[in-house]
């Protein structure tokens, strides 16, 4: 079955302490992207990357560092986690050719307190 | 980079009538727009896409309208149904076909309510 995979799907944490998001997508996607989703701003890009080891910045980047090693793999790391990052976090991935639908993963919502 | 501007935030129609919504785009070079759907608690899903070599799509009570011109496109759900109660997001990007490297910029959201 296609699909994208996150972990955890929720996860409560303390200022400061350093955390990975997982994300896997088993459709041989090229491009990969997190989202961040808060009430009233809709989904904004965090990071996306186009393919293996090409990352770059979306609209919200501070805070956040990305990797990508694998073409399945887009883990979304916090160095140093702040109250304001709590939020609903998302992962995408799309072909770059042919039908470009985005497939959403199930969401992780992070709480930093 | 690109601007995206969605109205209304809310909507509200009665079943069975029309439902519109609205979203303009600043980057001329952007051309794909596909729109989501979120219901409550789960993961947005594609609904409906064009691209920018075409004006208007459809697929069965969904529509989707593009004026390149203005920059600007619609969504267009007849004959409304409970189910079609959701948050709807509209998004554009010229990174497809070559047109430039940004990611997918999403509008704000539409919380489409349906009246029975």
């Known amino acids: 079955e296609a699909q994208v995979t996150q972990n955890p799907r929720y996860l409560i944490t303390v200022t400061g302490k350093k955390l990975t998001v997982t994300c896997s997508q088993n459709?041989?996607?090229?491009?990969m992207s997190w989202y961040r989703q808060d009430p009233g701003l809709g989904l904004r890009q965090i990071y996306y990357s186009m393919n293996v080891e090409v990352t770059d910045k979306g609209d919200v980047p501070e805070g956040y560092k990305v990797s990508r090693k694998e073409k399945r793999n887009f883990p979304l790391i916090l160095e140093s986690p702040s109250p304001n990052q709590t939020s609903l976090y998302f992962c995408?991935?799309?072909?770059?050719?042919?039908?470009?639908?985005?497939?959403f993963g199930p969401g992780t919502r992070l709480t930093v307190t | 980079g690109e601007n995206v501007e969605q109205h209304p935030s809310t909507l509200s129609v009665q079943e069975g009538d029309s439902a519109v919504i609205k979203c303009t785009y600043s980057?001329?070079?952007?051309?794909?727009f596909p729109w989501y759907k979120q219901e409550l608690g789960k993961r947005p899903q594609l609904i409906i896409d064009i691209r920018s070599n075409v004006g208007e799509k459809k697929d069965q009570r969904i529509a989707v309208t593009l004026n390149k011109t203005a920059k600007h496109f619609s969504l267009h759900i007849t004959e409304t149904q409970p189910e079609d109660s959701a948050v709807y997001f509209c998004?554009?990007?010229?990174?497809?076909?070559?047109?430039?490297?940004?990611?997918?910029?999403f509008g704000k959201g539409t919380h489409l309510i349906i009246q029975p």
């Open positions: 980057d001329s070079a952007s051309n794909y």
């Open positions: 995408a991935s799309s072909s770059l050719s042919g039908a470009n639908e985005q497939y």
């Open positions: 998004a554009a990007t010229p990174m497809y076909s070559g047109g430039g490297a940004d990611g997918l910029t």
């Open positions: 459709m041989n996607h090229e491009y």
